[in-house]
């Protein structure tokens, strides 16, 4: 490998704006993000998925035609 040319790694916390701390290696000591797999929705199952058909069921559903 060729000195010089990589970046020092070091400690680094990974912050959640949920208050989740993850510890990892990186070429930052400290990084902030918004969600994490603690607070995300579609990991935690809070997640709402719309199930009702598609555009031709709601256009029906809309104007009732059987």
Same mark, same amino acid.
């Given at each position: 490998? %060729? !000195? =010089? +040319?990589?970046? &020092?790694y070091v400690a680094s916390k +990974? @912050?959640?704006?949920? /208050? &989740? *701390? +993850? !510890?990892t290696n990186s070429i930052k000591? !400290? +990084? $902030? @993000?918004? *969600?994490c797999s603690k607070c995300h929705?579609?990991?935690? =199952?809070?997640? #709402?998925? &719309?199930?009702? /058909? =598609? %555009?031709?069921? #709601?256009? $029906?559903? #809309?104007? /009732? @035609?059987?």
């Open positions: 490998m %060729r !000195e =010089g +040319i990589h970046p &020092n +990974i @912050i959640c704006h949920c /208050g &989740n *701390v +993850i !510890e000591p !400290e +990084i $902030k @993000i918004d *969600v929705p579609f990991w935690t =199952g809070s997640l #709402k998925q &719309n199930t009702t /058909g =598609g %555009r031709a069921d #709601k256009f $029906k559903k #809309k104007y /009732g @035609i059987a």
